[in-house]
């Protein structure tokens, strides 16, 4: 399936959660400095597991970064 993550077409496998993509992204399942939202809607860290992506969806993936 294709989900769109920050505007850019990503493929998934069908059934992908959101800590699968985040994985995907980032290689691990970052603990911190990661934020998401699924159609506009901010997705708890404790949600990751159990939300499960639709094909089409639009998905926004935030991360912190240090510096100045």
């Known amino acids: 399936m294709n989900v769109i993550v920050n ?3 990503t493929e998934l ?9 985040v994985e ?10 990661v934020a998401v939202a699924v159609e506009g809607h901010v ?3 404790s949600q990751w597991q159990d939300t ?3 094909d089409g ?6 991360t912190a970064v240090q510096g100045g």
Do not use: M, N, P
């Open 7 to 9: 505007e850019e077409k």
């Open 13 to 21: 496998a069908e059934g992908a959660t959101v800590a699968d993509l």
């Open 24 to 33: 995907h992204l980032t290689g691990e399942v970052a603990e911190a400095g």
């Open 43 to 45: 997705i708890s860290r």
């Open 52 to 54: 499960i992506l639709e």
């Open 57 to 62: 969806a639009r998905v926004d993936v935030l």
